[in-house]
C-alpha cells in the first residue's frame, strides 16, 4: 500500500531551517500551519481547527525549496507524502503533527509585496518568471505575474 498523498494549503509557522546532514544530504525543513476558521460576526475569525505540518525536503527538492526563500508567515502549498501523525495533549486540549516528504512546494507572494513568491516544477526550473511551480514528476506551470496572488476576495480569506 502506497503512503497517503497530500496537499496542504496554509501558511509558514515559523523560519525554514536549511542543512546538511552529516552524510552530506541536504534538506529543508518548514513547518505549516492549517486549519479551517470561520466569520465571527464581528469582523474577525474564529479558528475551528489547526493541524501542524512538519515537512522535510531532500537533497534538489531542498536546493529548490531554498531557492524559493520561503519565510515564516508565508502562504504556500505543500505536496507530499505522510511519513507519520503524533498528537500530543497540552494545556489547551489536543494537538496533531504529521510529518510529510515534500515534494512539492509554491510560496505565494505577501500582500504587501509586489515581487516574490514562486514555486518550481519538474525536472527545470524556470528562472525568468517570478512565479513556477515544482512537483516530482510534473510539469512547469507559470503564472502571469499580474493576475497571480491578486485576489478580489482577498479580505475574505481567512488568517493562516
Known amino acids: 500500500m502506497a503512503d497517503a498523498r497530500v496537499t496542504i494549503d496554509g501558511g509558514i509557522a515559523s523560519d525554514p531551517r536549511f542543512n546538511t546532514t552529516n552524510s552530506g544530504k541536504r534538506v529543508a525543513n518548514i ?18 481547527s489547526t493541524t501542524a505540518y512538519d515537512v522535510s525536503f531532500w537533497a534538489e527538492h531542498a536546493d529548490l525549496a531554498s531557492a524559493l526563500n520561503p519565510e515564516r508567515g508565508s502562504k504556500v502549498t505543500v505536496t507530499g507524502t505522510i511519513t507519520g501523525v503524533e498528537k500530543y495533549d497540552g494545556q489547551n486540549g489536543e494537538s496533531l503533527s504529521v510529518k510529510v516528504n515534500g515534494d512539492g512546494l509554491r510560496v505565494y507572494p505577501k500582500r504587501d509585496q509586489q ?13 525568468n518568471t517570478q512565479q513556477g511551480n515544482f512537483q516530482q514528476g510534473g510539469q512547469q506551470q507559470a503564472q502571469q505575474s499580474s493576475g497571480w496572488g491578486q485576489n478580489p476576495g482577498a479580505a475574505d480569506e481567512p488568517p493562516f
Open 115 to 127: 515581487q516574490g513568491g514562486g514555486n518550481f516544477g519538474g525536472q527545470q526550473s524556470q528562472q
Open 31 to 48: 513547518r505549516v500551519l492549517a486549519g479551517r476558521s470561520k466569520p465571527d460576526g464581528n469582523g474577525g475569525w474564529e479558528q475551528l
